[in-house]
């Protein structure tokens, strides 16, 4: 089926074979799927496991090795320090959404781009009168994609401030409350007020 996931089997000696063209296939060629938007999956022909995120971080490694790099090296320290943190899970959903945030940027950008063909000097011209006109609508759309951004990540601390209230609630320390849910707190401070003129004991 054209739909079907593409199966990549792993042999032993790390030698990739694709059961769709029934051929050895190199990391490169993995690469030039991803860039080709197919769908593939990489498993251990012995076992079976998946292997599919094991494959696309060499590739990752190998392009980081290569060329100009995209991760810094504080980008990784950063990275590292998050493994085995109570933000772990968060940051990897965080930096997912930022992903399809940006790929939904980039997919606007391309569709407002005209076609270039040929290289003509009336296309180079009709495309720099693109930019000079498109230069705000740019602007706003990476501003969206940077508030919105913003917004999850705004959205990622107070959901795990909230949890470190609640959980610290229930041991009496001074400074974690928990927030106030339907009045309840203004109502009990209200109720525990002693009447006017008196001084609670």
């Avoid at 292997?51 to 100009?68: A, D, H, K, V």
């Avoid at 759309?141 to 401030?161: G, I």
């Amino acid at each position: 089926m054209a739909d079907s996931v593409r199966l990549i089997k792993k042999y032993p000696n790390r030698r990739l074979y694709d059961t769709r063209t029934s051929a050895y296939i190199t990391l490169a060629d993995v690469k030039d799927l991803v860039l080709k938007n197919e769908k593939f999956q990489v498993v251990d022909a012995k076992s079976g496991d998946d292997l599919t995120r094991s494959i696309l971080l060499q590739i990752i490694l190998e392009e980081e090795s290569t060329g100009s790099p995209m991760f810094t090296s504080d980008v990784l320290t950063q990275f590292i320090r998050f493994y085995g943190n109570a933000m772990q899970g968060m940051m990897g959903s965080y930096l997912e959404r930022n992903m399809q945030l940006f790929n939904e940027l980039q997919k606007r950008m391309q569709e407002q781009s005209p076609s270039m063909h040929g290289g003509s000097k009336a296309s180079q011209d009709l495309w720099n009168q693109f930019t000079a006109f498109q230069g705000p609508a740019m602007q706003s759309l990476v501003s969206s994609y940077m508030d919105q951004s913003r917004n999850m990540f705004l959205q990622m601390q107070e959901k795990v401030q909230n949890q470190t209230r609640n959980m610290f609630t229930g041991f009496g320390f001074p400074g974690f409350q928990a927030p106030p849910q339907d009045g309840s707190a203004e109502a009990a401070s209200v109720a525990d007020a002693p009447p006017a003129g008196e001084k609670k004991s």
